[in-house]
């Protein structure tokens, strides 16, 4: 059957939206290596475009959209680079789209996202690195990688006039500092593929919140959400294990606390926001206030004990109205 005039824009802009989605995917992974400090945000959204393709066009496009900007990252950089995306970007996508068609909700879809593409990535890392080949003393070579780091740092801190005293304290506990900033490598892991995986959940709804035709993640507002209340226990865990005398069982507590801390700060900015809403707080000021909890850590810590406490206090009593605790 003849298509129509009225249809032939529309299947343009279908056309369109499949081919521009893979290339903006692409474009934003490769922004880290070529805009300055905004690239590192930009980089974030790399699912995006691909969450978009999969529940606008369906999986079998989402697929061929990811395999197309993993070679047009490959043609933007090397094989190596388009494999870690695949695996870490593409990846978190399918699964993530996969379970937001389901209305599996942001616990499921994050979690899960996150965790298949972590777990890929470190397999591929693991051979490619040479790590699998007895990489014995690929934690010393890390340590001191890092160390050179902080003493460029260091370098670059004399020359902005930083004051002696403070130069004399750093470089006397860089060993220290470049040993602790490996051990939490895991526990940072884990917390960039949560944050990235919240990131594009959140995103997604917002377009969808512009673009109503898009298909619904689920139907649970942000305001609402909070972790899993097992949570709380992953995070006392954490604590334990911190607290112990053996150096092995504080780097993994402190990796743990690091990971639940983020999904604490994510479950207190909703209900900050919970509130701003209900209270109509000036949107300018909401602003203000969210620059304030990037910039004061003393602020981001009340923040995450607000999501922390909001298991037993209920700031917004949506667990009452539940009826019943999560199980």
Same mark, same amino acid.
Request: proline share 5%; glycine share 8%; net charge positive.
């Given at each position: 059957?003849?298509?129509?005039?009225?249809?032939?824009?529309? /299947? +343009?802009?279908?056309?369109?939206?499949?081919?521009?989605?893979?290339?903006?995917?692409?474009?934003?992974?490769?922004?880290?290596?070529?805009?300055?400090?905004?690239?590192?945000?930009?980089? !974030?959204?790399?699912?995006?475009?691909?969450?978009?393709?999969?529940?606008?066009?369906?999986?079998?496009?989402?697929?061929?959209?990811?395999?197309?900007?993993?070679?047009?990252?490959?043609?933007?950089?090397?094989?190596?680079?388009?494999?870690?995306?695949?695996?870490?970007? *593409?990846?978190?996508?399918?699964?993530?789209? /996969?379970?937001?068609? +389901?209305?599996?909700?942001?616990?499921?879809?994050?979690?899960?996202?996150?965790?298949?593409?972590?777990?890929?990535?470190?397999?591929?890392?693991?051979?490619? !690195?040479?790590?699998?080949?007895?990489?014995?003393?690929?934690? #010393?070579?890390?340590?001191?990688?890092?160390?050179?780091?902080?003493?460029?740092?260091?370098?670059?801190?004399?020359?902005?006039?930083?004051?002696?005293?403070?130069? *004399?304290?750093?470089?006397?506990?860089?060993?220290?500092?470049?040993?602790?900033?490996?051990?939490?490598?895991?526990?940072?892991?884990?917390?960039?593929?949560?944050?990235?995986? $919240?990131?594009?959940?959140?995103?997604?709804?917002?377009?969808?919140?512009?673009?109503?035709?898009?298909?619904?993640? #689920? #139907?649970?507002?942000?305001?609402?959400?909070?972790?899993? #209340?097992?949570?709380?226990?992953?995070?006392?865990?954490?604590?334990?294990?911190?607290?112990?005398?053996?150096?092995?069982?504080?780097?993994? @507590?402190?990796?743990?606390?690091?990971?639940?801390?983020?999904?604490?700060?994510?479950? @207190?900015?909703?209900?900050?926001?919970?509130?701003?809403?209900?209270? +109509?707080?000036?949107?300018?000021?909401?602003?203000?206030?969210?620059?304030?909890?990037? !910039?004061?850590? $003393?602020?981001?810590?009340?923040?995450?004990?607000?999501?922390?406490?909001?298991?037993?206090?209920?700031?917004?009593?949506?667990?009452?109205?539940?009826?019943?605790?999560?199980?």
């Amino acid at each position: 059957m003849a298509e129509s005039p009225a249809e032939e824009p529309q /299947r +343009r802009r279908v056309e369109l939206g499949r081919l521009a989605a893979p290339l903006l995917s692409a474009v934003l992974f490769l922004s880290i290596f070529y805009v300055p400090v905004l690239g590192v945000v930009l980089n !974030l959204f790399a699912p995006l475009p691909l969450i978009y393709s999969s529940l606008r066009f369906g999986e079998g496009a989402g697929a061929g959209a990811a395999l197309f900007s993993a070679l047009v990252v490959a043609a933007g950089s090397d094989p190596r680079t388009a494999a870690f995306y695949f695996l870490s970007y *593409a990846l978190m996508a399918l699964v993530m789209s /996969r379970l937001m068609s +389901r209305q599996s909700g942001l616990n499921a879809a994050a979690g899960y996202g996150a965790g298949v593409s972590m777990a890929a990535t470190a397999v591929f890392l693991y051979f490619a !690195l040479g790590m699998a080949s007895g990489g014995g003393g690929y934690y #010393d070579e890390l340590v001191k990688s890092a160390q050179t780091v902080i003493a460029e740092m260091i370098s670059a801190y004399k020359k902005a006039g930083m004051q002696e005293e403070q130069l *004399a304290i750093l470089s006397k506990n860089s060993p220290l500092i470049a040993k602790w900033s490996v051990s939490l490598i895991p526990g940072m892991a884990v917390s960039g593929y949560l944050l990235m995986a $919240f990131c594009n959940y959140l995103s997604y709804k917002f377009l969808r919140s512009r673009w109503p035709g898009l298909k619904a993640p #689920d #139907d649970v507002s942000l305001l609402n959400w909070y972790p899993p #209340d097992r949570t709380v226990f992953v995070f006392i865990a954490g604590m334990a294990l911190a607290l112990l005398p053996n150096d092995a069982a504080r780097v993994a @507590g402190i990796n743990v606390l690091v990971v639940t801390v983020l999904v604490y700060s994510v479950a @207190g900015s909703c209900v900050l926001r919970f509130w701003f809403e209900k209270i +109509r707080f000036p949107k300018f000021l909401r602003m203000f206030s969210y620059i304030l909890i990037l !910039l004061q850590p $003393f602020i981001a810590v009340a923040v995450a004990a607000m999501g922390l406490f909001d298991l037993w206090f209920d700031f917004r009593k949506i667990r009452r109205q539940a009826g019943v605790k999560e199980e």
